[in-house]
């Protein structure tokens, strides 16, 4: 099992940047594919960004491509999710979550494992 722990949210102005944090304890952190993903008040949590266990394939949805990068650091067992040139319509609750075994990368439903999610709030 893993336990995982989102930080960094926050309030920001539309422009802005905010570097999210998931810490995961308990099984290796390389185990899993790690993934973010985003819920906003009345939608469904929808796929953000995921990277493989080995850290060198990332993906990433249409919507935040090229304002977003994940990254994992196998050593302090934790991914981050830095999000530059943000807009009103990324305010959302975002999720870390870790997947034992993913063939899409972008499926919720192939994630095992996930935090308490962490508020991101962007005005514009």
């Known amino acids: 099992q893993v336990q995982l722990v989102e930080s960094g949210g926050g309030l920001v102005q539309a422009g802005g940047s905010l570097r999210l944090s998931c810490a995961a304890s308990?099984?290796?952190?390389?185990?899993?594919?790690m993934g973010w993903f985003r819920q906003a008040p009345g939608k469904e949590r929808d796929f953000v960004a995921a990277?493989?266990?080995?850290?060198?394939?990332?993906y990433y949805a249409k919507s935040v491509k090229g304002r977003f990068t994940i990254s994992g650091d196998n050593a302090k067992n934790t991914v981050s999710l830095q999000m530059n040139s943000l807009k009103a319509e990324d305010t959302a609750v975002y999720y870390c979550?870790?997947?034992?075994?993913?063939?899409?990368?972008?499926?919720?439903?192939?994630?095992?494992?996930w935090g308490q999610g962490t508020q991101v709030t962007v005005s514009s």
């Open positions: 308990g099984r290796t952190f390389s185990s899993y594919t």
């Open positions: 979550g870790a997947a034992t075994s993913s063939r899409t990368y972008v499926s919720r439903d192939e994630y095992d494992y």
């Open positions: 990277i493989s266990r080995s850290g060198i394939n990332t």
